[in-house]
């Protein structure tokens, strides 16, 4: 039994102080108010944050897509750059780097969108999970839980076949894609850190005939489906083109929404599509510093949320690792579009990024400080120049509207300390990253 006291706690009823958490193993045993005792987390501690869209190998785009013009098209060429070079051994090492990165942020579990799954040529590893494996080990090194959200991606467009670096993501077909993902789903079968979900690429490499066998695969298993939807006008055109319906309306047809469900971006939709992704209770996961980074556009958050699709918060390409920025993006960026301010609560950004992201990755009992619940705790700090000035009455407020990832101090995942004093337990994870990418270019 480890006893950590918080100065200040986000409880399920509001901010309290001077609260005592007891974690017995990977959970919460008691949470109760008390003297200082035990070890002691300064600031105020929430919930671990839930990065319920990542892309790890993307973190080594950033920076080096940032000279000159283009859009979200120019810069996938250059994503794909990276996509080809990369090996089990190379991406263990650079998903290990990021993933403490994020640890850093207050990340306690990474939902990973995974479709760089072969090599060179799209030819399959001794073990075809191989990629897999190097990812989920990565999460358990950094101390994440980690959803391996394993991706169906079949063409490389509306209509056309894969090519390039896209060949090492294609399984044949979705039969294929099956087949690959229930090996991979038995390996860790009664493993409680790992979920092993299933992904939609998009409408543009998954064609409708064959999406009906991923949405069996995760009524099967019980798991996650997340598909990336809507987040280019381009993509909805060829898929209106070529279908006569857009893409939610295509998922919806072959039974991929569902409260197990998630829409990523879902950023062009129409009034159907809202209402669609809303009636079937479908997750919403925005990811505004990518969006705004690839000038993908303003997702509709606050409509679909009131018609009744949680909404979950992803650092996606990792333009920047920082869920506090993601969550405050939704709001400010509605301010933008609408020129009102208020859209949104600070307590309901926050939740977003925990008790909402922890259920959309398969972790419903994640998120929240209560008994029973995953030991997650993230302290952060209401004394840096970000934060200073912040009350009990105002602390959600200043930590969702000002607080940026250095104001992390400690970090309890699953019962591990792997943050201390804004430090990882790994060591120097800017060094890290340094090595990781240095290797692959």
């Not at 901010?15 to 005592?20: F, L, N, P």
């Not at 609560?345 to 209560?370: I, K, Q, Y």
């Not at 400690?410 to 804004?422: A, N």
Request: proline share 4%.
């Amino acid at each position: 039994m480890t006893v950590y006291w918080c100065e200040r706690a986000l409880l399920p009823d509001g901010v309290a102080d001077g609260v005592v958490v007891h974690v017995e193993g990977r959970r919460i045993a008691a949470v109760e108010r008390g003297e200082r005792q035990g070890v002691v987390l300064e600031g105020l501690t929430v919930p671990g944050l839930a990065n319920a869209h990542s892309h790890a190998f993307h973190r080594a785009l950033r920076g080096a897509t940032q000279a000159g013009k283009g859009d979200f098209w120019t810069w996938r060429d250059q994503m794909y750059d990276v996509a080809g070079v990369l090996d089990p051994d190379t991406y263990l090492d650079l998903a290990r780097a990021v993933y403490a990165e994020m640890a850093m942020a207050g990340v306690t579990c990474v939902g990973e969108f995974h479709y760089l799954h072969h090599g060179p040529g799209g030819v399959p590893y001794d073990d075809p999970n191989q990629m897999g494996h190097a990812l989920i080990q990565a999460a358990r090194e950094a101390g994440l839980r980690i959803a391996l959200l394993d991706t169906c991606y079949l063409t490389g467009g509306v209509g056309t076949a894969l090519t390039g670096a896209q060949v090492r993501f294609g399984d044949g077909s979705a039969v294929g894609w099956a087949a690959r993902a229930e090996e991979l789903a038995a390996a860790y079968d009664g493993h409680e850190d790992v979920e092993i979900g299933a992904a939609i690429h998009s409408v543009r490499a998954v064609p409708p005939e064959q999406m009906g066998v991923v949405a069996e695969f995760s009524h099967r298993h019980a798991a996650p489906l997340h598909a990336h939807v809507s987040e280019q006008r381009a993509e909805n055109a060829a898929c209106v083109e070529r279908y006569a319906a857009t893409p939610v309306q295509l998922l919806h047809e072959h039974g991929a929404l569902g409260p197990r469900s998630t829409a990523v971006h879902a950023t062009h939709l129409t009034d159907v599509d809202i209402e669609l992704l809303g009636q079937s209770r479908t997750h919403v996961c925005m990811c505004p510093t990518t969006e705004r980074d690839l000038a993908d556009g303003i997702g509709p958050a606050r409509p679909l949320f009131e018609r009744g699709s949680p909404i979950t918060l992803g650092s996606d390409s990792h333009a920047v690792i920082d869920l506090f920025e993601e969550a405050r993006a939704v709001e400010l960026n509605e301010r933008l579009a609408s020129q009102k301010r208020g859209h949104w609560r600070a307590h309901e950004l926050l939740n977003a990024a925990t008790g909402a992201g922890h259920a959309s990755l398969g972790f419903p009992d994640a998120g929240m400080l209560v008994p029973g619940a995953w030991a997650d705790l993230v302290s952060v700090r209401l004394d840096s120049v970000r934060t200073a000035g912040a009350t009990r009455e105002t602390a959600v407020e200043s930590v969702v509207f000002a607080a940026t990832a250095a104001d992390v101090h400690s970090v309890i995942s699953g019962g591990r300390r792997i943050v201390e004093s804004g430090r990882h337990e790994l060591g120097e994870a800017g060094q890290m990253l340094n090595e990781a990418m240095g290797a692959i270019r």
